[in-house]
């Protein structure tokens, strides 16, 4: 899985990934340099839960299949792997968004061969 998230630097704009429970606990990751990695998963983690509540019982929709957290400087993108399990790429917002998600969806494509799903 490390070579996998490996590639997502050649995204542009890159910063880091990483791999996460619903539990907020990090699997696996490729980011460096971010001290406060721990806190966000937990962040990402409670988000990730808040949102699918929200879609299932406000909306009568199924959980989300990638959620996109666009910041003044940053995005992050949340991708469901499985029931319990996502990954997060956070990018810089220069890149146009639509290659992004090509790119991103492209990538997550081989994590899930990587993770036998």
Do not use: C, Y
């Amino acid at each position: 899985m490390q070579e996998v998230l490996r590639e997502f630097a050649e995204i542009e704009g890159f910063k880091g990934a990483a791999v996460f429970g619903s539990d907020g606990l990090i699997i696996e990751q490729n980011w460096a340099d971010f001290a406060e990695l721990d806190f966000l998963a937990a962040l990402l983690a409670d988000l990730v839960t808040l949102v699918n509540q929200i879609l299932h019982e406000k909306l009568g929709e199924e959980e989300f299949d990638i959620m996109t957290l666009e910041m003044k400087k940053t995005r992050f993108f949340i991708k469901k792997i499985d029931a319990f399990t996502f990954l997060a790429v956070f990018t810089d917002n220069k890149p146009k968004l639509g290659m992004t998600l090509v790119e991103l969806k492209n990538k997550f494509k081989k994590l899930l061969v990587a993770v036998g799903l």
